[in-house]
Structure formats: C-alpha cells, structure tokens
C-alpha cells in the first residue's frame, strides 16, 4: 500500500499553503480525502493534524450529517476501530467536522472515517470545540475563505488508552485559523480534553504559540512578511 492516496480535486491552493511541515519524532501516514487532508499517525492511531480549505460555499450545504463512523482500510493494523470507543467513556470527535462538509456526499462519508476522529470528552465535543466550530464556518462565510489546521495534544507523560488497539488519549486538542483576505490575520486555540467552562479550558493563543506546544510548523508556504504577521498575533476581537 502507497504511504499517500492521491484524490484528483485536492485544492492547490491546500497544498501550498495548509500542510505543517512534518515533525520527525512523529509516525506519518498522508491520505487525502475530499474534504481535508490528515497526518495519521500510526502509534496513537488518530491523526497527528487534519487541514482543509474552508470557503463560503463549502459552509453549508445539502449533504446532511450521516452519522456513520467506520475504520479506515487505508491505514495499516493495528488501527482504530468502532469497538474500541464502545464503552470506553469517550466520545468520537471530529477534526474535521461533518458540519463543513455538507457540500458534497463523499465529503460527508469521509469526515466519518476514523482517521478524522479523537477520543474527546463528550461536553468538549458538544459544547467548545463545537462552538469553535461554528465560528469557524462564519468567518469562511464572512471572510470568503479560510484555512484550518487541528488535531490532539500529548503532553510529555504516559497516556491514557483505549480499547485492544490501545487508541491514545490526547491530553487537549489544538486549532489554528489562517485568513488571508481584507488583512491577513490568524488565530490559535489550545482546549483542554476535559469538562469544564470556556474560562478554565479555552485558550486563545498566537500561531507561533501553538508551534511552541505541538512541535509542528504551520502555513510554512507563506511570504515571511506575511507569515511574520498573522502566526505572532492573536487577537479575537479582529474575527469579531
């Protein structure tokens, strides 16, 4: 099997300007989707970051959620699957979200496939990465368009796991968010996998904070101007 499945309408622009250069301590499967691309990481059996290009058109759409997660055949065993959530007391949680991808049916299907899934607390799920979620989706409405990059933390100490295939548990969940219409800007957030309130376990942060935490580089394809500029900032109130 080929370490990375080409899909013919892969955006370009993804390509040049979303994939995070690889870090080297870390397994790496690339697989392409419709909808994202993911970094699967073979070890933790969850992908090590999920990119997409979010526009306002891909905001919405007629595919409505399928609700059908099911293993990923193009990743090698062991590797995550549906028993392994059952019961575990985590939910399954999107990186990319089924909510982006109502634009087109293989999208929808593909969101559901467990390379695209974490184990996440279930209020977390439902509640602050949801609603991160939701911003995210208005300001590619707002914005005409926008780049996202997500996926787990682990932290430097023994992890909890679940299921015979020992599925990782990370420790909290990163997101960044890149726009480079009107003023170029983007935006971090660091949530804890935990219950809780956004004052306790939301955290907005600069790019460049959030390399600092997940070892990863972001955007690298940008003019060092502007790369410079919107991974040093975080400021909330400019995506208000």
Same mark, same amino acid.
């Given at each position: ?8 309408n892969?955006?370009? *622009?993804?390509e /040049? ?6 870090? +080297? ?7 392409y989707?419709?909808?994202? #691309?993911v ?13 997409w290009? !979010? ?7 007629p ?14 065993? +062991?590797?995550?699957? !549906?028993?392994?959530y059952r ?17 087109? =049916? ?12 974490c184990?996440?607390? *279930?209020?977390l ?31 430097n ?6 299921g ?10 990163? #997101? ?6 009107? #003023? +170029? ?23 460049d ?7 990863? /580089?972001?955007?690298? *394809? ?10 040093? =900032? ?7």
């Amino acid at each position: 099997m080929s370490a990375e499945t080409n899909r013919k309408n892969v955006d370009t *622009a993804f390509e /040049d300007y979303f994939i995070p250069t690889k870090t +080297p301590s870390k397994e790496e499967i690339l697989l392409y989707r419709v909808g994202y #691309k993911v970094s699967y990481n073979t070890r933790t059996r969850q992908p090590n970051w999920v990119a997409w290009h !979010l526009t306002a058109e891909h905001s919405d759409g007629p595919y409505r959620r399928l609700g059908n997660f099911h293993e990923e055949e193009d990743v090698p065993t +062991p590797r995550a699957t !549906l028993d392994d959530y059952r019961g575990s007391g985590w939910s399954r949680g999107h990186m990319c979200p089924a909510g982006d991808n109502k634009w087109n =049916e293989t999208a929808m299907y593909e969101s559901f496939s467990l390379v695209n899934v974490c184990p996440q607390n *279930a209020s977390l799920n439902s509640g602050l990465w949801n609603s991160i979620e939701i911003d995210c989706r208005r300001w590619a409405r707002q914005y005409g368009d926008i780049y996202i990059v997500c996926g787990p933390v682990f932290y430097n100490r023994e992890h909890e796991v679940i299921g015979y295939n020992e599925v990782y548990v990370p420790e909290a969940f990163f #997101k960044v968010v890149l726009c480079l219409n009107d #003023k +170029p800007k983007g935006m971090g957030f660091v949530v804890k996998n935990a219950d809780g309130n956004k004052k306790r376990d939301l955290y907005y942060n600069s790019i460049d904070q959030v390399e600092r935490i997940t070892g990863m /580089d972001f955007f690298p *394809a940008l003019p060092d101007d502007i790369e410079n500029q919107v991974e040093a =900032e975080a400021n909330i109130d400019d995506w208000r």
